[in-house]
């Protein structure tokens, strides 16, 4: 991965994103939650918490909830950002289907540089601010 951010590699950035999407509906994340949500064991999910913790992303203690610390806060931020801005871009600007598009993101997120990654960013702000361009995106999309 080569998007600015620590090379966690797509498993540890899954579990970041995972975590900031839960705290956002709950108030509480626990271990249960996490394997439910990424379809994984118990015994998986700790030891990933426990490299996430070794990098100072999360506060994770046996039995008790899991916390994103500030550095993991940003960085998951950043993670949920790359792939609602890719989802964005294939949805909006390609027309794939949505849910198409967010399975996409999945696969591309974590392997984008952040050249790419803000060039497409880029485009689509573009787009949503330029009139004829969202004109001709609508024209492309037709033509499919």
């Given at each position: 991965?080569?998007?600015?951010?620590?090379?966690?590699?797509?498993?540890?950035?899954?579990?970041?994103?995972?975590?900031?999407?839960?705290?956002?509906?709950?108030?509480?994340?626990r271990v249960t939650d996490l394997a439910i949500k990424l379809g994984v064991k118990k015994p998986s999910v700790v030891s990933t918490l426990r490299k996430l913790a070794e990098?100072?992303?999360?506060?994770?203690?046996?039995?008790?909830?899991?916390?994103?610390?500030?550095?993991?806060?940003?960085?998951?931020?950043?993670?949920?950002?790359?792939?609602?801005?890719?989802?964005?871009?294939?949805?909006?600007?390609?027309?794939?289907?949505?849910?198409?598009?967010?399975?996409?993101?999945?696969?591309?997120?974590?392997?984008?540089?952040?050249?790419?990654?803000?060039?497409?960013?880029?485009?689509?702000?573009?787009?949503?601010?330029?009139?004829?361009?969202?004109?001709?995106?609508?024209?492309?999309?037709?033509?499919?």
């Amino acid at each position: 991965m080569n998007s600015g951010l620590l090379n966690l590699g797509k498993s540890l950035e899954d579990y970041l994103e995972r975590i900031l999407l839960l705290g956002l509906s709950n108030e509480k994340i626990r271990v249960t939650d996490l394997a439910i949500k990424l379809g994984v064991k118990k015994p998986s999910v700790v030891s990933t918490l426990r490299k996430l913790a070794e990098e100072e992303l999360i506060v994770y203690e046996k039995y008790k909830d899991i916390i994103l610390t500030d550095k993991g806060r940003e960085m998951a931020g950043k993670i949920y950002r790359r792939h609602l801005t890719l989802t964005r871009f294939f949805n909006e600007v390609l027309g794939i289907e949505h849910s198409q598009a967010d399975a996409d993101a999945c696969l591309v997120e974590h392997d984008i540089s952040l050249e790419t990654f803000n060039r497409m960013f880029a485009f689509v702000e573009f787009i949503e601010r330029t009139p004829e361009a969202k004109e001709l995106v609508e024209k492309f999309k037709k033509k499919l």
